[in-house]
């Protein structure tokens, strides 16, 4: 499966930006999806996931309430909606997939996509 994030850049503290992630088979709603971050001198984060049917979500801690994880199997692409940014969510984003959208740990992931950098000013 290849992965392929788009939708960072550059949004003021408080604004929102809409991630994607397509996926290049047709067999994408057969695998959990999940979204990653990693900031500058810090290790990948998980931040949430998705069930292949899009009927479970998993969120971390810091972004519940604020981000939305979604997908259309019929497009083979993964969104995160996020509102409410905030300084502390400058990274690069990675969306992953694997076999349980309950696994937060990264080596549990089998698919990667490139990443896409998110900067929140203040």
């Known amino acids: 499966v290849q992965l392929q994030a788009s939708g960072g850049g550059l949004v003021q503290a408080g604004g929102s930006l809409r991630l994607s992630c397509a996926a290049s088979r047709r067999t994408f709603s057969g695998y959990a999806m999940g979204w990653f971050r990693q900031a500058p001198g810090k290790e990948r984060e998980f931040v949430a996931a998705?069930?292949?049917?899009?009927?479970?979500?998993h969120y971390t801690d810091s972004v519940k309430g604020r981000f939305t994880i979604s997908r259309d199997n019929a497009k083979s692409t993964m969104y995160l909606q996020m509102d409410s940014l905030k300084p502390d969510d400058t990274a690069v984003y990675f969306c992953a997939a694997s076999l349980n959208y309950l696994y937060t740990d990264p080596p549990k992931y089998l698919y990667w996509g490139q990443g896409t950098l998110v900067t929140v000013s203040s």
């Open positions: 998705i069930s292949g049917t899009g009927a479970n979500t």
